[in-house]
């Protein structure tokens, strides 16, 4: 189950990030998770959120260059090795890692991985012959 | 020290009476040699039997850029190719470049102009020239060279780039005579001190900049910085390089050779030609020039002209310093840019929208162009590396097309300012 991030493009100038938090909040939209990723002039903002097309369509709106991707989302358990197992499952196949970022759900012991995947598909495929849950979109926004 | 003083210092009514002659020599000449200016001549109704005096280069056509581009890469030549014996381009930033071919003659023409040059700033056999200019295509390396040669000092032909070696170099042969584009010699001072080396102790004491507009600030800064007396110098591909025009020791105005190059200021919206101290376009005809003779060439250059005879004992026209352009070339680094260029290279990249802007600055003495690139929706990429690696598709792209670096910045769209009609295409910082 493919899920869809929302990524921005930043350029790196005193309260831009702050800008795209309060458009997002304004709207109501709660971000699950994020990473930015940034070079000497700008930087990329990643978002998960609960309402990535309301996210997308008010970026969008305020001038921001946005675009959605597929990502996925998977469990991890919150212990040494937990990662290990996913990337090993990667490892013996020709899925390519692009980024990845993590974070910690509240209502369990277990981590969220998202990665950012050239063939999400086959990923999928991967990982579920390896026994490794991968998160639908729905349970990303209700977490 | 006045290297030619016959022509140099020549009574005005002389020199008027010499430059006629040459002039009616010179129309005859391209009319009956070059079909470029004959046709040109024609156009006009003008034979060259209507040019007896000087002043009646009023009734001659004008030669444009576009026009030099147009007879790339051989349409001016006025004599037969095998007589040929060098030939040197502009950079050739905005499409084709200028082609000037030197016949055995004109190398020894443009030799007597360079050495003139040289001896404003007393370059004698005992010196040591420091040649910094590039040497190639570029006709700075080669034009101090020859003028060197003619005086008989040594030169030495380092070309440009290897600053440490520079100095190395400078130091070690106690070198008395600089030569490189103004902004360069700051940034020599700059890793002088950086390296620890006192140009106090060194032995350059004049220096002869050009190939980029400079202002008397910076000569100040360059003159306390590397101890030396720094002059102006002026020249440009089409007409020969290096050599038109340079400052004289009282640094009061450019002395243009105009036994050679004669010049006229006209207004650049009429062609009507204006008097002494009246601010237009600098325009030159060679008189002597053999291989590639140039007919009232409009430099674009904005300037004054000053009849005046000098302290200095030469009674050759002075014109002021550059004080701008009429067109939007820039000049970086001593490379001349059309902002029309960088557009060409930029909207010949898939997904690029016309809005860019260009930051041009000096930082550590040299010049810097930044080429502002908005974003948009077919260009991002979540991925950093398509980015970066976009940023670097198109700094090559310029950099082929302009033979210079710039650094590419992308930014947020409509971050560059639109404005009624025509954009501002253009930041220039630099305080010169």
Same mark, same amino acid.
């Given at each position: 189950m493919k899920l869809k991030q929302i990524s921005v493009f930043l350029e790196n100038k005193k309260g831009r990030l702050a800008e795209v938090t309060s458009l997002i909040a304004a709207e109501k939209i709660n971000i699950r998770a994020l990473s930015l990723a940034d070079t000497t002039d700008f930087g990329v903002l990643r978002l998960i959120v609960n309402d990535p097309d309301k996210c997308f369509d008010v970026l969008k709106k305020n001038n921001f260059v946005a675009q959605q991707t597929d990502v996925i989302a998977v469990e991890v358990l919150d212990k040494p090795g937990g990662l290990q197992k996913i990337l090993d499952a990667f490892d013996d196949t020709d899925v390519n890692i692009e980024y990845m970022y993590a974070f910690v759900e509240k209502k369990s012991d277990n981590a969220i991985v998202i990665f950012r995947i050239d063939q999400p598909d086959r990923a999928i495929k991967v990982l579920e012959k390896n026994k490794i849950t991968v998160l639908s979109s729905e349970i990303i926004s209700k977490l | 020290m006045i290297w030619n003083s016959h022509y140099e210092s020549m009574e005005r009514e002389k020199l008027i009476k010499i430059q006629s002659e040459r002039l009616c020599e010179m129309v005859d000449r391209v009319y009956r040699k070059v079909p470029f200016y004959r046709k040109r001549l024609d156009e006009k109704g003008v034979k060259p039997r209507d040019i007896d005096h000087i002043s009646d280069i009023t009734?001659?056509?004008? $030669? @444009?850029?576009?026009?030099?581009r147009d007879v790339y890469p051989f349409k001016l030549l006025a004599v037969d190719p095998i007589d040929i014996v060098e030939v040197h381009t502009s950079s050739g930033t905005t499409g084709k470049p200028v082609v000037d071919a030197y016949t055995r003659q004109d190398i020894s023409l443009w030799s007597e102009a360079?050495? #003139?040059t040289l001896a404003m700033g007393d370059t004698s056999r005992t010196d040591s020239v420091h040649n910094a200019y590039g040497y190639g295509l570029f006709t700075g390396g080669l034009g101090v060279h020859y003028g060197a040669r003619l005086i008989g000092a040594n030169v030495i032909p380092i070309s440009g780039g290897n600053t440490a070696r520079q100095l190395a170099i400078l130091q070690d042969f106690k070198s008395t005579v600089l030569t490189c584009t *103004?902004? /360069?010699? $700051?940034?020599?001072? +700059?890793?002088a001190k950086e390296q620890g080396l006192d140009f106090k102790k060194m032995s350059v004491r004049v220096g002869l900049f050009g190939a980029e507009p400079w202002s008397e600030g910076m000569r100040r800064e360059i003159e306390s910085k590397l101890h030396l007396k720094a002059l102006d110098i002026y020249g440009l591909t +089409?007409? %020969? =390089?290096? =050599?038109?025009?340079?400052?004289?020791? /009282?640094?009061? =105005? $450019?002395?243009?050779?105009e036994d050679l190059f004669y010049p006229e200021i006209i207004n650049p919206k009429t062609g009507d030609v204006l008097s002494d101290g009246e601010k237009g376009e600098l325009v030159i005809t060679t008189l002597t020039k053999q291989g590639t003779p140039v007919l009232r060439y409009r430099t674009r250059d %904005? @300037? /004054? $002209?000053?009849?005046? *005879?000098? #302290?200095? =004992? #030469?009674?050759?026209v002075r014109m002021h310093r550059l004080l701008g352009r009429t067109d939007d070339m820039l000049i970086i680094r001593g490379v001349n840019v059309f902002p029309s260029q960088i557009e060409e290279v930029l909207l010949r990249i898939e997904g690029i929208e016309p809005h860019y802007q260009l930051v041009i600055d000096r930082r550590e003495q040299l010049d810097n162009l930044e080429v502002l690139v908005e974003m948009n929706e077919r260009l991002f990429s979540d991925e950093i590396k398509n980015l970066e690696r976009f940023e670097q598709e198109i700094s090559e792209g310029l950099y082929s097309a302009l033979g210079i670096h710039t650094r590419v910045k992308l930014v947020e769209p409509k971050s560059i300012p639109r404005s009624e009609g025509k954009a501002k295409r253009v930041v220039d910082k630099r305080q010169l």
């Amino acid at each position: 189950m493919k899920l869809k991030q929302i990524s921005v493009f930043l350029e790196n100038k005193k309260g831009r990030l702050a800008e795209v938090t309060s458009l997002i909040a304004a709207e109501k939209i709660n971000i699950r998770a994020l990473s930015l990723a940034d070079t000497t002039d700008f930087g990329v903002l990643r978002l998960i959120v609960n309402d990535p097309d309301k996210c997308f369509d008010v970026l969008k709106k305020n001038n921001f260059v946005a675009q959605q991707t597929d990502v996925i989302a998977v469990e991890v358990l919150d212990k040494p090795g937990g990662l290990q197992k996913i990337l090993d499952a990667f490892d013996d196949t020709d899925v390519n890692i692009e980024y990845m970022y993590a974070f910690v759900e509240k209502k369990s012991d277990n981590a969220i991985v998202i990665f950012r995947i050239d063939q999400p598909d086959r990923a999928i495929k991967v990982l579920e012959k390896n026994k490794i849950t991968v998160l639908s979109s729905e349970i990303i926004s209700k977490l | 020290m006045i290297w030619n003083s016959h022509y140099e210092s020549m009574e005005r009514e002389k020199l008027i009476k010499i430059q006629s002659e040459r002039l009616c020599e010179m129309v005859d000449r391209v009319y009956r040699k070059v079909p470029f200016y004959r046709k040109r001549l024609d156009e006009k109704g003008v034979k060259p039997r209507d040019i007896d005096h000087i002043s009646d280069i009023t009734k001659l056509p004008f $030669l @444009t850029k576009d026009d030099m581009r147009d007879v790339y890469p051989f349409k001016l030549l006025a004599v037969d190719p095998i007589d040929i014996v060098e030939v040197h381009t502009s950079s050739g930033t905005t499409g084709k470049p200028v082609v000037d071919a030197y016949t055995r003659q004109d190398i020894s023409l443009w030799s007597e102009a360079m050495a #003139r040059t040289l001896a404003m700033g007393d370059t004698s056999r005992t010196d040591s020239v420091h040649n910094a200019y590039g040497y190639g295509l570029f006709t700075g390396g080669l034009g101090v060279h020859y003028g060197a040669r003619l005086i008989g000092a040594n030169v030495i032909p380092i070309s440009g780039g290897n600053t440490a070696r520079q100095l190395a170099i400078l130091q070690d042969f106690k070198s008395t005579v600089l030569t490189c584009t *103004p902004s /360069y010699s $700051l940034y020599l001072a +700059e890793a002088a001190k950086e390296q620890g080396l006192d140009f106090k102790k060194m032995s350059v004491r004049v220096g002869l900049f050009g190939a980029e507009p400079w202002s008397e600030g910076m000569r100040r800064e360059i003159e306390s910085k590397l101890h030396l007396k720094a002059l102006d110098i002026y020249g440009l591909t +089409e007409i %020969i =390089g290096p =050599g038109v025009s340079s400052e004289c020791e /009282y640094q009061d =105005g $450019l002395h243009i050779c105009e036994d050679l190059f004669y010049p006229e200021i006209i207004n650049p919206k009429t062609g009507d030609v204006l008097s002494d101290g009246e601010k237009g376009e600098l325009v030159i005809t060679t008189l002597t020039k053999q291989g590639t003779p140039v007919l009232r060439y409009r430099t674009r250059d %904005i @300037t /004054y $002209l000053n009849h005046e *005879p000098c #302290r200095c =004992g #030469r009674t050759a026209v002075r014109m002021h310093r550059l004080l701008g352009r009429t067109d939007d070339m820039l000049i970086i680094r001593g490379v001349n840019v059309f902002p029309s260029q960088i557009e060409e290279v930029l909207l010949r990249i898939e997904g690029i929208e016309p809005h860019y802007q260009l930051v041009i600055d000096r930082r550590e003495q040299l010049d810097n162009l930044e080429v502002l690139v908005e974003m948009n929706e077919r260009l991002f990429s979540d991925e950093i590396k398509n980015l970066e690696r976009f940023e670097q598709e198109i700094s090559e792209g310029l950099y082929s097309a302009l033979g210079i670096h710039t650094r590419v910045k992308l930014v947020e769209p409509k971050s560059i300012p639109r404005s009624e009609g025509k954009a501002k295409r253009v930041v220039d910082k630099r305080q010169l």
